[in-house]
């Protein structure tokens, strides 16, 4: 959970600064769009730690993991979870990153509602 904490705050730090750039060298678009790409990227994270997270309380995972050793096990909650990171940005848009730099309870609902949408399907495409 503090992971998850700091890695929103991060979020929400490099979303105000992209919206703070006053060097007159800067293009303000390319600083936006900048701001974006490392909010994504602080997004991505926030998901792939809730992912982590759900993933050992799924019981087809309980199940599956028992035949694992500790690099298998690592390696499935790499790949699931990467999956799931990847399609995070398909599932949200730019209001609802702005709404989760702002809203603690906002964010935890925006994380937990992506994780559940494509955890199952990037689980089962996975472990086939």
């Known amino acids: 959970m503090k992971k998850l904490l700091a890695s929103t705050l991060m979020l929400a730090t490099f979303a105000l600064t992209g919206c703070a ?3 007159g060298n800067t ?3 390319n600083a936006i769009g900048s ?3 490392i909010g994504m990227n602080i997004f991505k994270t926030a998901i792939d730690n809730q992912c982590r997270s759900q993933i050992e309380k799924q019981n ?3 199940i599956a993991s028992v035949a694992m050793t500790d690099a298998q096990e690592e390696e499935v909650k790499s ?3 990467g999956c799931v990171s990847e399609q995070a940005p398909q599932q949200v848009t730019i209001v ?3 709404n989760a730099a ?3 309870s906002y964010r935890t609902q925006l994380v937990a509602r992506v ?3 494509s955890l199952q399907s990037c689980y089962g495409s996975i472990v086939k």
């Open 115 to 117: 994780v559940a949408k």
């Open 35 to 37: 701001a974006n790409e």
């Open 21 to 23: 750039t006053t060097d």
């Open 60 to 62: 087809a995972w309980r």
């Open 27 to 29: 293009n303000a678009g």
């Open 102 to 104: 702002i809203d603690a």
């Open 79 to 81: 790949r699931v979870c």
């Open 96 to 98: 609802e990153l702005g």
